[in-house]
């Protein structure tokens, strides 16, 4: 690709990097015109930016689990592995009892939060939706529950004639702590409706999401590169995310909790051979510019599952401050093709954040800090070691 102003681009370099390592917000042509530039000195600066907008000495990750209570979806993405059909012989409901039993294992290894989501079943009441989320806080009240994405929600709205101020209200009512931010990939309409032409678009994206933060519920924003989207909009998607960011902030108090991006997975779905997906070096791109843009949103995830360990590692150069999650189950990514991982151990993700020069710490949702793990008996060879890796999320597989 190559942005769609060169001569732009050219204009705007000498300067670019300094007027962007002072911190100073960049407009839409001048975030493009980054994509035109040297990697490394890209990611010197996101690097520097880092270092200023969260604790520099520290990365962070969460224990957690991602529950996909059914994979029956009416929506039918070209991108998506993991939806069924109703009449599929591997399609699937979780009972309570089901999704309970994948919480015991979490709360086992010390996990904090669920981040649960679904097909859009066209088959499921609004019961069951909030009776889930009542006995989810009922028997695991230590559990925080983000679920439900935004596609999720705007069917709701419009299966149970619910208008969204209720809908939300009835969810928090029963136990729903946030919003998680799938379904964002790339916030340009045009792209969308090639990608998946039923898929949610992004004006109700947005405003599912401001209502959410509105009502002080979690949220996080989120990209996937890889479509075939061009740099000018992928800058734009950026600015979108910084304006509602903005927005959340001055009108609420409260916004997008972080950011995380990953690369298109096409392995196994209808976008094969069609869409390009993105190189590791794109993606460390993109992660770099993406810190340099979003000037509002100091929490930045690297993604392990998509790109691998190693990526992630050097992702953290390029920008990120965080490693995610263990993630005890993910299934979506994984079904289209993923990195070859779908969960790591808590023992990994220090050695990635340990072996990077970095203080691992174990985060909540909020990215608050709940503690820091024993270096020396997660890594070492002592009777500590062994203790802590058997707690370990997915530790043994």
């Not at 705007?12 to 960049?26: D, F, I, T, Y």
């Not at 294992?105 to 088959?123: C, D, H, K, T, Y």
């Not at 690369?263 to 810190?291: D, F, M, N, V, W």
């Not at 340990?354 to 024993?374: E, T």
């Amino acid at each position: 690709m190559t942005p769609q102003t060169p001569q732009d681009a050219a204009l705007l370099a000498p300067g670019l990097l300094a007027k962007a390592e002072r911190g100073e917000r960049l407009n839409h042509t001048e975030i493009t015109a980054l994509y035109s530039l040297p990697l490394p000195e890209v990611a010197a600066v996101a690097h520097e930016l880092r270092l200023r907008r969260s604790d520099p000495e520290t990365v962070t990750f969460l224990i957690d689990r991602n529950i996909n209570y059914t994979n029956v979806c009416n929506v039918g993405c070209n991108f998506c592995a993991f939806y069924r059909t109703k009449r599929q012989n591997d399609s699937y409901t979780l009972d309570y009892q089901q999704i309970s039993d994948k919480i015991v294992e979490l709360e086992a290894v010390g996990g904090s939060r669920i981040l649960m989501q679904g097909g859009v079943n066209p088959e499921l009441p609004l019961a069951y939706y909030t009776d889930l989320l009542r006995h989810i806080k009922r028997h695991h009240p230590t559990i925080r529950i983000e679920a439900f994405s935004p596609e999720e929600v705007l069917f709701m709205e419009k299966e149970f004639g619910l208008d969204l101020d209720t809908l939300l209200d009835t969810l928090i009512e029963a136990g729903l702590d946030g919003l998680p931010g799938a379904g964002g990939e790339i916030l340009e309409d045009d792209i969308r409706a090639k990608a998946a032409p039923a898929r949610i678009r992004s004006n109700d994206w947005f405003r599912i999401l401001d209502a959410a933060q509105r009502k002080g519920l979690y949220t996080i924003s989120t990209m996937v590169i890889g479509f075939g989207e061009s740099y000018a909009q992928r800058a734009s998607h950026l600015i979108k995310i910084r304006d509602q960011q903005d927005k959340a902030l001055r009108e609420y108090g409260v916004g997008f909790a972080g950011f995380a991006m990953w690369s298109l997975q096409t392995e196994h779905t209808r976008l094969a051979g069609k869409a390009p997906g993105a190189s590791a070096h794109e993606y460390l791109q993109q992660l770099a510019i993406a810190r340099i843009a979003l000037d509002n949103q100091p929490n930045i995830q690297a993604s392990w599952p998509a790109q691998g360990f190693k990526v992630a590692q050097a992702a953290l150069y390029y920008g990120a401050s965080d490693l995610g999650s263990t993630m005890l189950e993910e299934n979506v990514v994984s079904a289209a093709g993923g990195g070859g991982r779908h969960k790591a151990t808590v023992r990994e993700l220090v050695r990635i954040a340990y072996d990077a020069g970095f203080k691992p710490a174990i985060r909540n949702s909020h990215f608050q800090i709940l503690r820091y793990p024993d270096v020396d008996a997660v890594l070492g060879l002592g009777a500590g070691a062994e203790i802590e890796e058997g707690r370990a999320v997915g530790a043994g597989s």
